[in-house]
């Protein structure tokens, strides 16, 4: 469902005036100015009070708020029947356990906001989704089509990997090249990196480091994404129910940014059979060994599976007790770290990291097992690979052509 003119539902709560409209001046008053009872499109706190008005308006029906997403709302009743409103601004997608259950949340809805109801979901931020006979998939297709006949590139040759492992990219000493256009190319392919498309997670935010000022070597790196989407353009993330538990994996590659040796973090989760969230980002922090460089990788996966673990537990249908998420990791060094109960304090930098991950230990919310290299799903997210190690990653994250 869509809410129609959204933000002209939120009332204000402080004094905001505005010039009369134009052709509607009242004669006699030109010096006078309007008063503001409800937000307009164009006030900054215009989102803000739309949300508490909708906020407002669910929880005084019954709905509870899941504490760890603030714009999830789920109602249920003791037979199990209910349904979960998921709000993004004043997008909304609605689950029910039955089709009367959801139909109540729309009349409810209705009688509240002028509302467009949209029927069943296919398309919602970008992002299509399809139904198939076991699960559904996701698919960004028709937006990274867009996205090549935009930029020029919808009849490219495609290559088989968004990067080049052999080449090593470096900051623009020179002039930038095409500044603005770079910009925007970086933009359009975030969206589908965050959204649908894991496998280009590194890539993308490999190039982003270079917005400000890049070279021919980086847009050539840009071409390389773009060539890469050509030829995998029906790529979607197909969840079918199972396995039914929250997994994840992480890896770090350690010391490859060379101007200022940083190291980079990768991790992804999976449910059911599929990649539900992930990263691949440069470490705020100079590591000293492989060994630290896959501790803080491991630290921000932990902290993501605790949220996520808060985040299902919260949801009425999900079995409880929940289970803690299994996190695989690639190194015996990282993992001997993280059960030791002793901290020498050598190390600082990983001090409170470690104090962070024994906690999520004994608590019950992560467990940590060794995996090797070649069937980490996170090694995709820390550096460039080959073509069969690249096939092989995204086919693993839940990615295929739909």
């Known amino acids: 469902m869509d809410v129609k003119t959204a933000f002209l539902n939120g009332v204000l709560e402080e004094e905001v005036y505005m010039k009369q409209p134009e052709g509607f001046v009242m004669p006699g ?19 803000k009070q739309w949300h508490q008005r909708f906020d407002e308006a669910v929880l005084s029906n019954g709905f509870e708020l899941n504490q760890s997403d603030k714009c999830l709302y789920s109602k249920f009743d003791d037979s199990g029947n209910g349904v979960i409103i998921c709000l993004y601004v004043d997008d909304m997608l609605i689950f ?9 949340t729309k009349e409810f809805l209705s009688s509240n906001f002028a509302m467009k109801d949209m029927g069943e979901a296919e398309v919602i931020l970008g992002i299509r ?16 089509e867009k996205v090549l006949k935009k930029f020029n590139y919808e009849n490219c040759s495609p290559v088989s990997t968004p990067m080049d492992a052999s080449v090593k990219l470096m900051p623009n000493t020179g002039q930038a090249v095409s500044q603005l256009e770079y ?11 965050t959204s649908t498309r894991p496998d280009i997670a590194f890539a993308v935010g490999k190039l982003s480091r270079y917005t400000s000022n890049p070279s021919t070597h980086h847009w050539q790196a840009v071409r390389r994404v773009l060539k890469y989407l050509k030829g995998t353009i029906n790529y979607g993330l ?3 129910g199972f396995p039914s538990v929250l997994e994840g994996y992480s890896d770090a590659s350690w010391n490859t940014n060379e101007e200022n040796h940083s190291s980079t973090s990768g991790w ?22 492989t060994m630290e460089s896959e501790f803080v990788a491991l630290a921000a996966a932990g902290r993501e599976a605790e949220w996520l673990r808060h985040l299902v537990s919260e949801i009425p249908l999900w079995p409880k007790p929940v289970s803690p998420i299994s996190i695989h990791c690639d190194s015996q060094a990282t993992l001997a770290k993280a059960y030791s109960q002793v901290y020498n304090g050598k190390s600082r ?13 004994t608590h019950g919310v992560i467990t940590l097992e060794f995996i090797r290299s070649e069937h980490n799903l996170a090694d995709h997210l820390t550096k460039g690979l080959a073509r069969d190690l690249v096939i092989k990653s995204a086919k693993g994250m839940g990615l295929k052509s739909i």
């Open 96 to 104: 029910g356990t039955n089709l009367r259950q959801v139909e109540l």
């Open 268 to 289: 992804v989760f999976l449910l059911g059979g599929g990649a539900i969230s992930w990263a691949s980002k440069k470490q705020t922090c100079i590591t000293n060994s």
């Open 129 to 144: 989704i399809k139904r198939e006979n076991k699960g559904i998939s996701l698919t960004q297709s028709h937006y990274i």
């Open 183 to 193: 910009s925007r190319v970086i933009g359009c392919l975030m969206y589908a990196m």
């Open 29 to 47: 008053n030109e010096h006078k100015v309007c008063k503001l009872v409800k937000s307009l499109y164009g006030l900054k706190q215009a989102p």
């Open 238 to 240: 197909s969840y079918f």
């Open 349 to 361: 930098h990983l001090g409170l990291r470690h104090s962070g991950i024994r906690e999520l230990i």
